[in-house]
């Protein structure tokens, strides 16, 4: 796959690990972190689709806080707004998964991109907070096309902002749904599939599966 001239990877998930709230969650609710935790992030995704589908845009952010609202309710908590706060907050600081920075390093050379569905703000926060700043060519993210992944006009502004035709371009995911976005598209996609999880029965599949970051150094 030495054709490839860019990469451009999902941000939450495949870099930053969004999980890592469930310490503040635990902290606020104690024994509720996990299931707060993974409840939010599903409802957050839940949130992008419905909203892409029925024409009602609204930033990255506020589906966060939306889910978060959502998922308090489901689950019986009833958060005080400061609660509510850091509970958000922590979404701003999410942990990088502990390779990305050496892949990003070994990567260098060619662009390394961020293509996501956090709303500009977001995305920055967490790459500052982890220090990647040099290590990010460019961030782009759905809040210019005002819809979501899986949309094919998501992955169109990658081939726009780079330049470079679509098998050019590799794209790296966590997320099985975005990976067949991104297949069905036509980008060259490495599936980083850390939980040994099923592919989607969507009809595309990745042109390769990876277990960690590290082994696309042998691969690009």
């Not at 957050?44 to 845009?57: A, D, H, I, K, V």
């Not at 689950?75 to 990003?104: D, R, W």
């Not at 976005?181 to 042109?207: C, H, I, M, S, Y």
Request: glycine residues 8%; aromatic residues 10%.
């Amino acid at each position: 796959m030495n054709r490839l001239k860019a990469f451009v990877f999902d941000a939450y998930g495949t870099l930053f690990d969004v999980y890592s709230v469930q310490a503040t969650c635990e902290e606020v609710f104690p024994g509720n972190g996990a299931a707060l935790s993974r409840l939010w992030r599903t409802k957050q995704l839940e949130y992008s689709w419905l909203r892409s589908l029925m024409n009602r845009y609204e930033d990255f952010w506020k589906l966060t806080g939306d889910g978060l609202r959502f998922s308090c309710q489901a689950l019986g908590l009833q958060p005080e707004p400061a609660q509510y706060e850091k509970i958000m907050q922590s979404y701003l600081t999410l942990a990088a998964f502990p390779e990305t920075a050496q892949v990003l390093d070994r990567l260098a050379g060619r662009p390394r991109c961020i293509l996501s569905n956090g709303a500009p703000a977001m995305l920055e926060a967490a790459v500052r907070h982890n220090g990647l700043e040099s290590k990010i060519d460019r961030v782009l993210s759905v809040d210019e096309l005002k819809v979501y992944k899986p949309n094919p006009a998501v992955y169109q502004l990658a081939v726009d902002r780079l330049g470079l035709g679509r098998e050019e371009i590799g794209f790296i995911s966590a997320n099985g749904w975005d990976v067949a976005g991104a297949k069905a598209f036509g980008l060259t996609v490495f599936w980083l599939n850390r939980q040994a999880a099923p592919v989607e029965e969507l009809g595309v599949g990745p042109d390769a599966i990876i277990t960690s970051p590290l082994e696309l150094l042998d691969l690009a």
